[in-house]
């Protein structure tokens, strides 16, 4: 059954389920143009997600032949993952970033066993145990690969160029880019009054950079060929007081349901990702490796508890907190034989 929410001056948001995810779906939202509605997102390249956009076209008076542009926020699966078969059904554009689509590239382009050596060397370098190492060794050696969801990504065919009004019929729709998430992720900011006339600076779509109740995952961005020292953390910290700045009447995020005063929920996360550095510098007292420092960082679970591939997740993202404390000047990187620790300073 589609599930689908009038906000008014022309948005809907569609709630389209992600399989076997506890996120449950995520928010499509369709834009009404005058060359036709566009979608913010498309959601997760699944037979019943797809029938449930869909439906919800349908119950809108459209249908997916009839969408004019796709503006893609990030290019997770849950955001772009239907995106191709869209385009495929209506002649759509697909229009994302340039750094998202950079990593839609190279995910495609990517043989099989590359990410699987990356993902070895990388915990390898963070101090991970060995039996947490020897089943990725194994699956190397044996040639059996995952499949990522991103091998059958839809390469965009237009790109979001930062500041930049998208050009949509009859709409205001700026493009604004907020790195952290992903390196291209972007938010877009409906430079309309809002339909109810609620205060502030018309709308804000911000995909996962913005969401009422989670924190989004900050992890590297990741390419192996590449040696750049990227600061992912510092980047969303940036990207988010950019967005509060904005000052939007309300924010309709790509996960869980609308919401207002957009500084406040900014605040919270700034406080947040702040309490977690001062945590995390004062555990530096002693020099620790980035798995030790992941072991020992606050989650949602304790460490025991986390499964073996959101330990991967949550290494990632021990490090990109690491990396801040250093631009900072707060930690510095001690190297020696074996893996590199960081200690406080
Ligand atoms: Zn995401
Ligand atoms: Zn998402």
């Given amino acids: 059954m589609a599930q689908v929410t009038g906000h008014g001056g022309g948005v809907w948001s569609l ?8 996120l449950g779906h995520t928010l499509v939202h369709l834009l009404d143009t005058d060359a036709g509605p566009v979608l913010i997102d498309t959601g997760w390249d699944d037979p ?5 956009l869909a439906d919800g076209l349908r119950a809108l008076g459209t249908s997916v032949t009839d969408i004019h542009g796709v503006v893609i926020t990030h290019h997770h699966p849950d955001h ?5 078969k869209v385009r495929e059904a209506s002649g759509a554009w697909i229009a994302m970033h340039a750094a998202d689509t950079e990593v839609v590239r190279r995910t495609r382009a990517s043989r099989p066993g590359v990410w699987l050596g990356y993902l070895t060397a990388k915990l390898t370098a963070a101090g991970a145990p060995e039996e947490h190492l020897t089943p990725l060794r194994a699956a190397r050696a044996s040639g059996r690969t995952r499949t990522l969801p991103g091998l059958r990504a839809a390469l965009p065919d237009r790109e979001i160029v ?8 009859g709409r205001r729709l700026r493009a604004i880019w ?13 430079e309309e009054e809002h339909p109810a006339r609620l205060p502030g600076n018309g709308r804000l779509f911000s995909g996962d950079h913005l969401l009422p109740g989670i924190t989004p995952h900050i992890g590297l961005y990741e390419d192996p060929d590449d040696t750049t020292v990227t600061d992912p953390l510092g980047d ?16 309709l995020p790509a996960h869980q349901h609308a919401f207002t005063d ?5 605040r919270e996360l700034l406080d947040h990702h702040e309490e977690r550095l001062t945590g995390l510098r004062a555990l530096l007292a002693t020099p620790l490796t980035v798995w030790q420092v992941a072991e020992r960082m606050e989650w949602n679970r304790p460490w025991a508890e986390i499964p073996y591939g959101s330990r991967n997740i949550a290494v990632s993202e021990a490090e990109a907190h690491l990396r801040r404390l250093v631009k900072l000047g707060h930690a510095e990187a001690v190297p020696g034989d074996g893996p590199l620790t960081y200690v406080a300073v």
């Fill in 15 to 22: 709630k389209v389920p992600i399989p076997d995810n506890p």
């Fill in 48 to 52: 019943a997600s797809w029938d449930t």
């Fill in 80 to 84: 772009h993952g239907l995106s191709g």
């Fill in 162 to 169: 930062p500041g930049d009004l998208l050009p949509l019929a």
């Fill in 178 to 190: 907020t790195p952290g998430h992903t390196p291209g992720h972007v938010c877009l900011h409906l």
């Fill in 236 to 251: 969303y910290l940036d990207s988010l007081e950019r967005v509060a700045r904005l000052a939007p009447a309300e924010v």
């Fill in 262 to 266: 957009a500084p406040a929920r900014v």
